[in-house]
């Protein structure tokens, strides 16, 4: 994580989220966190991540997901040369889910 962010009201934010246990316990942290288009935005470059994981192209993935190729390409720079967190989470949904 980035020096910026790693301040002690994101420590206190990310222990906030550890602390969720269901789905619908993150729904309604979420929705009271975050707009609308905040977690709309989420969702779709998540959902972006995991096509381009699997080997979709840039272009199958706009098509899939309306994401610009700009948001695109932002998540794929993430996932190549990031912290490793959408490849973290998207390994342990695949496991949970086999």
Do not use: P
């Amino acid at each position: 994580m980035s020096k910026k962010l790693h301040t002690e009201e994101m420590d206190s934010l990310m222990r906030g989220i550890l602390s969720l246990v269901s789905v619908e316990e993150c729904y309604a942290f979420f929705e009271d966190l975050c707009t609308a288009g905040e977690l709309l935005s989420l969702g779709q470059r998540f959902e972006v991540a995991a096509m381009l994981k699997n080997g979709m192209t840039y272009h199958d993935v706009a098509e899939a997901t309306g994401a610009s190729t700009a948001t695109i390409s932002r998540v794929s720079r993430s996932i190549n040369y990031g912290n490793g967190g959408y490849g973290l989470v998207l390994e342990r949904i695949q496991k949970k889910n086999s």
